[in-house]
């Protein structure tokens, strides 16, 4: 039995990474799977591919801080499938700066994207959560939102603020029988990251930091979001689960 059998789910920042990840398996569990990302030739190559195997999937062009994106997008989901029975609020941005040197336009994109976006999408996202009857709310913070470190500090100050959102949202919501949690990964093998890993002594800096002794895959961090998107999860709100290799643990 597929974990997401019938079930219609939302995944923004869903064109590479973690987002992609994550729509394939929610796709390949069941779900019908609506793909939303700024990237839209990324978006709908994405959403191809999992369609030309048989899967449920929907490409929806859409800037998580852009207000009128995201109540299009909403409208879109409403007239296609009329409910939502889990969002992963995945989309985010990040851009390396000291935060003495930090512009206001770099702060206020961050910031945009990764706390505007997400409480834009919690509120606009609940009337069809609400219509499931049983829904789930997936925000992607970071380990960051716990931890300093130099050139991440304005992200960091988002993802710190996206698990106080997580909490608050998931008091507010449990009346309308939406469960709201965090994934909070470590360091993960995609674009985001890219850069910084091309770097041997940063990557291998990174590793020694990790219990694991490696990085993260974003099918680690997927099939966590599928843990809190399915039934199994029913009884677990208001939380965070780190995916992280043990390095939070050990820092
Ligand atoms: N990769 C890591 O190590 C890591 C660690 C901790 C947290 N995260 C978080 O996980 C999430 C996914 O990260 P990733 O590593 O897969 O990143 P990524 O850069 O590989 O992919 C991010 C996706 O989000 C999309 N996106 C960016 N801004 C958007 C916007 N305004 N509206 C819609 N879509 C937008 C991009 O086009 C891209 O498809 C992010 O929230 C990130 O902060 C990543």
């Known amino acids: ?18 987002g992609q990840a994550t729509a394939q398996l929610f796709a390949e569990e069941g779900a019908h ?9 990324g978006v709908e190559a994405a959403s191809a591919a999992l369609s030309e195997n048989g899967l449920r999937a929907t490409p929806v062009a859409a800037d998580v801080a852009r207000g009128q994106d995201v109540t299009q997008l909403f409208r879109t989901i409403a007239s296609n499938a009329g409910k939502l029975d889990v969002i992963v609020s995945n989309a985010g941005v ?11 336009a770099d702060w206020v994109r961050i910031r945009e994207v990764n706390l505007d ?3 834009r999408i919690a509120r606009d996202g609940l009337p069809l959560l609400q219509a499931s009857g049983r829904g789930s709310l997936i925000n992607v913070a970071s380990i960051m939102g716990h931890r300093g470190l ?24 449990a009346a309308f029988n939406v469960r709201v949690n965090a994934i909070s990964p470590g360091f993960i093998e995609t674009a985001m990251t890219d850069r910084a890993l091309r770097m041997p ?13 490696r990085l993260g895959q974003p099918i680690e961090v997927a099939r966590v979001a599928l843990f809190l998107a399915s039934e199994d999860a029913s009884y677990v709100t208001g939380t965070e ?7 939070l643990a050990a820092l």
Do not use: P, W
């Open 117 to 119: 976006g997400v409480l």
């Open 33 to 41: 799977v609506f793909l939303a990302d700024c990237n839209v030739a």
């Open 150 to 173: 130099r050139q991440l500090g304005g992200y960091s100050a988002t993802k710190g603020a996206v698990l106080a959102l997580t909490r608050a949202l998931a008091v507010e919501y």
């Open 201 to 213: 002594a940063i990557k291998q800096g990174l590793v020694d930091k990790t219990v694991m002794r």
């Open 1 to 18: 039995m597929r974990r997401l059998e019938g079930k219609i789910a939302l995944v923004t920042g869903a064109a590479v990474g973690i």
């Open 94 to 104: 990040n851009v390396r700066s000291d935060l003495r040197h930090l512009s206001d």
């Open 241 to 247: 689960i780190v995916v992280d290799g043990g390095m």
